[in-house]
């Protein structure tokens, strides 16, 4: 069905069936049976309508019997509203939408009092099937991106339920979107590969100390990701693949300059990644660095977090202050380690506030003339590698 007409989306394509096959369930008695279920808020979600609802993998028999029965209600809903039969018009017509207000007004039309407010609407331009490399896991893409995701039975793993899948494609799409943006927005960002298709496979593996837990090929554009750091290092990835020539041997030079790049990158579309390791949901790596300073218990880690602490510093999850922490961690390694070993064991808070230090004081520009091999850092900054450093 998916591949022979332009119907994009299940719920549409099952929209047209129930009204094609004209099933005996009466419209009426269905609304009924909907209104019921989506009094209760929590259930939101399957109105959503993503591809994902459909899915034995990801939901039950019911669940997708709700998410069909939705589908044949809307679709009726959103034909009166469009005003047309036409199916690629009404196909059309829902492209990189948001439907939030138009799924409210069918709601109290079926007579709910509840209000839709899904975090995740939206998604329909990525399409979901089932995968053929894992034998629980599904396949997808969309716009920038492929994808091969294997799904997980233990809840501890970010890939273990509809909703975090979901959340994953909203922050990908939606993320690789305004990095896209962010690059192109550079004067010289011809120089970027930004045409590169990523290829993402993602299998999570419990190696919570694995920092970032993703790897990207740039020769097959192929983006590994098997930690469960999944939403805060898929767009850290993603920036590799966009920024990056393909090359057989990296100097450090060169691996400095690719993890600035991917770390600026990430911190562009902040809001679209995150750490997703069960007990820290949803928060900055370095807020789980600072806890496991915190349980560490070490002179070095107290003195750490007294610093940081008595500099206005919070602990709480949402005030916590990544750019104070960072530049204090970074500080006192230097001063425990002196400048060279500390760069070689804390690299990435390194990276990052060299990559700040870079963009302010010269051009994100610059940069990419370096990262994309176009100019060497001494014809570029006018210093060598080891004097940007010093800095
Ligand atoms: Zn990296």
């Not at 233990?154 to 993320?175: A, C, I, K, L, P």
């Not at 190696?207 to 290092?233: F, H, P, R, W």
């Not at 809001?271 to 070095?300: H, N, Q, R």
Request: glycine fraction near 4%; hydrophobic fraction near 30%; include cysteine.
């Amino acid at each position: 069905m998916k591949e022979s007409t332009s119907i994009k989306s299940y719920w549409l394509a099952y929209g047209i069936i129930a009204e094609a096959i004209n099933d005996e369930k009466s419209m009426d008695h269905r609304n009924k049976e909907l209104a019921n279920y989506y009094e209760n808020a929590e259930n939101m979600g399957i109105l959503g309508l993503a591809d994902t609802r459909f899915l034995s993998q990801l939901c039950t028999e019911e669940e997708i019997q709700i998410a069909r029965d939705t589908a044949a209600s809307f679709y009726d809903y959103w034909k009166r509203k469009q005003k047309t039969e036409d199916i690629n018009e009404l196909s059309e017509s829902l492209n990189e939408r948001d439907l939030t207000e138009e799924k409210n007004d069918w709601l109290a039309s079926i007579g709910v009092t509840k209000q839709y407010d899904y975090p995740y609407e939206g998604i329909y331009d990525i399409s979901v099937g089932v995968s053929h490399q894992y034998e629980k896991g599904i396949t997808a893409s969309g716009k920038y991106a492929d994808y091969e995701i294997k799904l997980q039975e233990d809840n501890t793993y970010f890939m273990s339920n509809v909703e975090n899948v979901e959340r994953f494609f909203y922050n990908n799409q939606h993320g690789a979107q305004k990095l896209y943006d962010s690059l192109k927005k550079a004067d010289n960002s011809d120089l970027l590969p930004l045409e590169r298709r990523a290829k993402y496979r993602i299998e999570e593996q419990n190696n919570i100390y694995q920092v970032l837990g993703g790897e990207t090929d740039v020769s097959k554009s192929e983006i590994i990701i098997d930690s469960s750091y999944v939403l805060y290092c898929h767009l850290h990835e993603l920036t590799h693949l966009w920024t990056q020539p393909e090359q057989e041997e990296k100097t450090t030079e060169d691996i400095w300059f690719g993890e600035e790049i991917a770390c600026y990158g990430a911190l562009q579309v902040e809001e679209y990644c995150g750490v997703d390791i069960k007990s820290y949901k949803d928060v900055d790596y370095f807020f789980v660095l600072a806890k496991m300073l915190e349980s560490a218990d070490t002179e070095e880690a107290k003195k750490i977090l007294e610093l940081y602490k008595s500099a206005g510093g919070s602990m709480e999850e949402k005030e916590f202050n990544h750019t104070l922490f960072n530049d204090i961690y970074v500080h006192e390694n230097i001063e425990k380690y002196g400048l060279e070993i500390a760069i070689q064991n804390y690299n990435y808070p390194y990276y990052e506030l060299f990559i700040n230090y870079l963009v302010e004081n010269y051009s994100l520009e610059d940069v990419i003339e370096v990262v994309t091999k176009h100019q060497t850092v001494e014809e570029t900054f006018g210093k060598n590698f080891e004097e940007l450093q010093q800095k």
